[in-house]
């Protein structure tokens, strides 16, 4: 069993930084990929960022290139995301989502809340 537990969300302004967190614990020695996932209110949860765990390759949503950075540490099984330039637009829940041993998990969630 794996778990992931996020944190980091908060209240920012628009124009502020803000990083996440997301930790894995549990039957880790099998990352894939991990990423982050966000769903505001009455819309569907959809993508943001992803990172190869071996690789350290990354793929980004067209509405925050530029703006957010996906990280990982390795030892730690942890994946990190650094938002800059953040817009009201990026209000949500931000999801944690892992890829381990041929299992999809998701954490419980983070809210993020920008402020115009």
């Known amino acids: 069993q794996v778990e992931l537990v996020e944190s980091g969300g908060g209240l920012v302004q628009a124009g502020g930084s803000l990083r996440l967190s997301c930790a894995a614990s549990g039957r880790t020695f099998s990352v894939y990929f991990m990423g982050w996932y966000r769903q505001a209110p009455g819309k569907e949860r959809e993508f943001v960022a992803t990172i190869n765990w071996s690789s350290g390759s990354t793929s980004y949503a067209d509405s925050v290139k530029g703006r957010f950075t996906i990280s990982r540490d390795n030892a730690k099984d942890t994946v990190y995301l650094q938002m800059n330039s953040l817009k009201p637009e990026d209000t949500a829940v931000y999801f944690c989502?892992?890829?381990?041993?041929?299992?999809?998990?998701w954490g419980q969630g983070t809210q993020v809340t920008v402020s115009s």
């Open positions: 989502r892992g890829r381990i041993g041929g299992y999809v998990y």
